[in-house]
């Protein structure tokens, strides 16, 4: 095993996985800087939600390595790996997944109460997020008193709450209308270059990849080669996929 350049905070080499036989990943190879934001994207069916989840350690790839800074994520024991999700990384999905007995702010302290975070605390981290996030006046309502778009934010909140060194986000405003999901968008973006989070955002839709800082394009499982040029929202003007 080689270990990855000192630069990327998550690197990726030669990621093969399958679902039921049929090929999801075929060599993908990547590099990602901390506090960069990167879009992955593609059609539908391309391999963008395989990826994150080989990347997150969700997802063990039948082959290839991935490396968090400096530790092994494709050895690491199920255990290990669960440790490393809770402590480390943030996940958005394309829906909410709340759990439904909790009311909003109560979700969105939850992981931090998992860390040992007092409930006083994390009652206040979760009500700044939300606020922060235009869903202020749902934090004393369940999941089921909520519209899907407020759902996606409470969602949104829970995954910032922490401030995570990675964050995932595969879709993540496939539930919102065009405008409020171009709005929750500027926000965790903003969110993620004002505290250094390193974002891997998964999408098919080329004006949320336009605010990464790079894109990485998959087309049926690989990396297609091709010249980005990211609009005024990304760090770099220019970048170069391969
Ligand atoms: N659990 C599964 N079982 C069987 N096949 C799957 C499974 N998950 C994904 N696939 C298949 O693997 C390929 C890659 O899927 P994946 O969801 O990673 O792509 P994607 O780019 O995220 O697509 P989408 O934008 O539709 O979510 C597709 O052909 C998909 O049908």
């Known amino acids: 095993?080689?270990?990855?350049?000192?630069?990327?905070?998550?690197?990726?080499?030669?990621?093969?996985?399958?679902?039921?036989?049929?090929?999801?990943?075929?060599?993908?190879?990547?590099?990602?800087?901390?506090?960069?934001?990167?879009?992955?994207?593609g059609p539908r069916g391309s391999g963008k939600t395989t990826l994150l989840r080989c990347l997150s350690g969700r997802l063990v790839p039948r082959e290839g390595e991935v490396w968090f800074n400096s530790a092994p994520v494709h050895t690491m024991t199920p255990l290990q790996r669960e440790r490393l999700r809770r402590d480390r990384f943030g996940w958005i999905g394309p829906k909410p997944g709340l759990v439904p007995e909790l009311t909003a702010w109560e979700n969105t302290a939850l992981p931090l109460m998992l860390r040992g975070t007092s409930r006083r605390a994390a009652k206040a981290a979760a009500l700044d997020w939300l606020e922060r996030l235009d869903a202020g006046d749902c934090a004393r309502l369940r999941p089921r008193a909520l519209p899907q778009a407020q759902r996606q934010r409470v969602a949104i909140a829970r995954a910032l709450v922490t401030m995570p060194s990675l964050l995932f986000a595969d879709e993540p405003t496939?539930?919102?209308?065009?405008?409020?999901?171009?709005?929750?968008?500027?926000?965790?973006?903003?969110?993620?270059?004002?505290?250094?989070?390193?974002?891997?955002?998964?999408?098919h839709d080329p004006e949320v990849a336009a605010l990464a800082d790079r894109t990485a394009h998959l087309l049926d499982g690989r990396r297609i080669n091709s010249v980005h040029l990211n609009g005024a929202e990304g760090r770099d003007a220019c970048s170069l996929s391969v």
Do not use: F, K, Y
Not at 15 to 41: C, D, M, T
């Open 1 to 41: 095993m080689v270990a990855p350049p000192d630069n990327d905070v998550l690197w990726a080499r030669a990621l093969h996985h399958s679902h039921n036989g049929s090929p999801a990943l075929q060599g993908v190879s990547l590099g990602v800087r901390e506090g960069e934001i990167l879009a992955v994207s």
């Open 174 to 203: 496939a539930p919102l209308h065009r405008a409020d999901g171009a709005q929750v968008l500027r926000t965790l973006t903003a969110a993620a270059r004002s505290h250094r989070i390193t974002v891997l955002l998964a999408t």
